[in-house]
């Protein structure tokens, strides 16, 4: 089984305001982002969802999102991928995922709905978008 999971919320990374004493680094994620990520974990965990492997895109965002997901599921395999940025490669991430297993991807929003796309008529079943 593939997991594509979408690092964070569209537009939800905090933000530099002018009464903030203290900034978080660029790209991390919200405390809504964090939760929902927690909230998906649970979700998918409960339904019995088994991920053998955490390939996440190079970006903080993409690291924190993964690193939830494997906290929750106990594994301790998550690798960054370079292929994952959001201008990568579709086809290099179809080719490493052949015989990979259960994998969770974790990228921006574009790149996963193109993977979903591609993976769409190769194995529909076999797909998870989140």
Known sequence: MIYLITSGEEGSRNRRTASAKFFKEPGTLSDQARGKAFRD???????????????HAPELNAKQTADIYAREFGTGEVYKK???????????????????GDVAIVADRSLVVKISEALKSAAPNDIMMI
């Not at 974990?41 to 390939?55: D, E, H, N, S």
């Not at 959001?86 to 990979?100: H, R």
Request: charged letters at 30%; glycine letters at 12%; a positive charge.
């Open 82 to 100: 370079t292929f994952l940025r959001p201008e990568g490669s579709v086809e290099k991430c179809l080719a490493k995922l052949e015989g990979a």
């Open 41 to 55: 974990a649970v979700f998918l965990k409960k339904k019995g969802a088994r991920i053998g492997q955490l390939w």
